[in-house]
């Protein structure tokens, strides 16, 4: 039932672009079979100093739950039709 081959490693790859106050992270993860890509944006106050890793720490973290959740819905969904019974699965 289990896949043996442990070996299987899943991508994720994050980029960022920034300005002044957004920085925009875009997650793309190289599944088995698919690629899934999502995004996440963060905004600076203007009144708070710059501080750009925090931003691509928030973008990034944003990204990554989307992700997170669609790789879920993802799931559910090959339950589901597996199963033929309704899925709800949780974070």
Known sequence: MYDKDLTNKWL????????????????RAQLRD??????GDAYRNPRDPGAPMIGEE???ARALITLGTELLHA????????THHPVHLYR
Not at 12 to 27: L, M, N, R
């Open 34 to 39: 698919d690629t899934m890509s999502t995004t």
């Open 58 to 60: 928030i973008a990034a």
């Open 75 to 82: 799931a559910s969904a090959r339950i589901e039709q597996s």
């Open 12 to 27: 994720v790859e994050i980029e960022f672009s920034e300005d002044d106050i957004h920085t925009h992270a875009s997650a």
